[in-house]
């Protein structure tokens, strides 16, 4: 994988955001107010280069995560200025490049596709720095009378999602450089709409190439590669609530349990 300044960084930036704010994420998208807020990619590494078009040397060494949390580095797609398509890494939360304290990564790990393209922390990454990131599948609980129970959402294909994200490089006062990321937002559809208003806005294969050209900046046409016309095809199934937890990041995490 070519170097890049995010390589160094996400570990760091993971403590920073823990100690951000007296919410936690977990607080934050057990409560139902994040989404998407928990995925996982295990996908062998010629998978992941076939589907998004990259070198499989720079996957190669990609290790299967179950259950990848806000603040933590995640696998993404973005051009380089010859157009080729690169993988990399960014923390998830992006920190605009005008913000004083990287730490309000934190509270971006998602933008809605609907105003993506008017708020200030997000409205130039909206039209030169798009990034497609893969996932094996999400997360969303539903709210019973004993409490939230996790599910598991994947493609119903078996295949990737391409979830639609925005990247930025903040420049800290003492040299820092730092690559974050969001993933953006869509109202939900079809199977995930009984368990949360909004779902991660998943890319098709023809929407891939239109979405990571830094030389489109037309708003309409890029809020419409957001918005599918019809729900993707997913399918979800119960899984244990070991996935509450960030620190558990192990294949139990996916695997059914008892409806």
Request: proline share 11%; aromatic share 10%.
């Amino acid at each position: 994988m070519g170097e890049h300044p995010s390589e160094t960084f996400p570990f760091a930036i993971a403590s920073t955001y823990s100690h951000s704010s007296p919410t936690s994420c977990k607080e934050l998208y057990l409560s139902g107010k994040l989404m998407c807020g928990r995925f996982a990619l295990f996908a062998q590494a010629n998978e992941i280069a076939q589907e998004f078009g990259v070198p499989v040397k720079e996957v190669a060494h990609v290790a299967p995560r179950y259950n990848i949390a806000p603040s933590q580095p995640v696998l993404a797609i973005r051009v380089a200025p010859d157009g080729s398509r690169h993988a990399t890494h960014f923390a998830w939360g992006l920190v605009p490049s005008w913000a004083n304290d990287p730490s309000v990564g934190s509270r971006m790990i998602n933008v809605r596709a609907e105003t993506a393209a008017e708020k200030p922390a997000f409205r130039a990454a909206f039209r030169r720095r798009r990034c497609i990131i893969p996932a094996s599948g999400f997360f969303e609980w539903a709210t019973t009378g004993t409490g939230k129970i996790p599910y598991f959402f994947r493609p119903r294909s078996g295949c990737l999602f391409g979830f639609a994200g925005l990247w930025e490089l903040w420049n800290g006062p003492n040299g820092e450089l730092i690559e974050t990321c969001a993933i953006i937002t869509v109202p939900a559809q079809g199977a995930v709409l009984r368990f949360h208003e909004r779902m991660p806005a998943i890319l098709g294969r023809p929407q891939y190439a239109p979405w990571l050209d830094p030389r489109l900046e037309d708003v309409g046409v890029l809020r419409s590669l957001l918005l599918p016309p019809s729900p993707p095809p997913i399918e979800s199934y119960r899984v244990s609530p070991l996935v509450n937890q960030p620190r558990n990041d192990l294949p139990a995490c996916i695997e059914p349990v008892g409806s």
